[in-house]
């Protein structure tokens, strides 16, 4: 699996439907709200094979309320 993280900006007024609409659709892994330029950061994870761009267009792009977004993709990750 690949993780990778999308920070959201939202129209004025729908952070919590669009974190609602994410928790939904059962495609992110976690959903935090923050505080700065984007309402949210979403982490998902998807198979090896899949396109992220795809994933993002067609399953992140079409939600209501959202304004804007900045994908992470991310390639290792470090333990303590």
């Avoid at 952070?15 to 979403?42: C, F, K, M, P, R």
């Amino acid at each position: 699996m690949t993780p990778f993280f999308i920070q959201i900006k939202c129209e004025l007024g729908k952070a919590y439907q669009v974190a609602n609409e994410l928790a939904e659709a059962e495609i992110a892994s976690e959903i935090y709200s923050t505080a700065g330029d984007y309402d949210l950061l979403v982490k998902f994870y998807v198979d090896s094979a899949t396109d992220i761009g795809h994933f993002v267009n067609e399953k992140v792009h079409c939600i209501p309320g959202i304004k804007d977004t900045y994908t992470i993709i991310t390639f290792k990750a470090f333990t303590a």
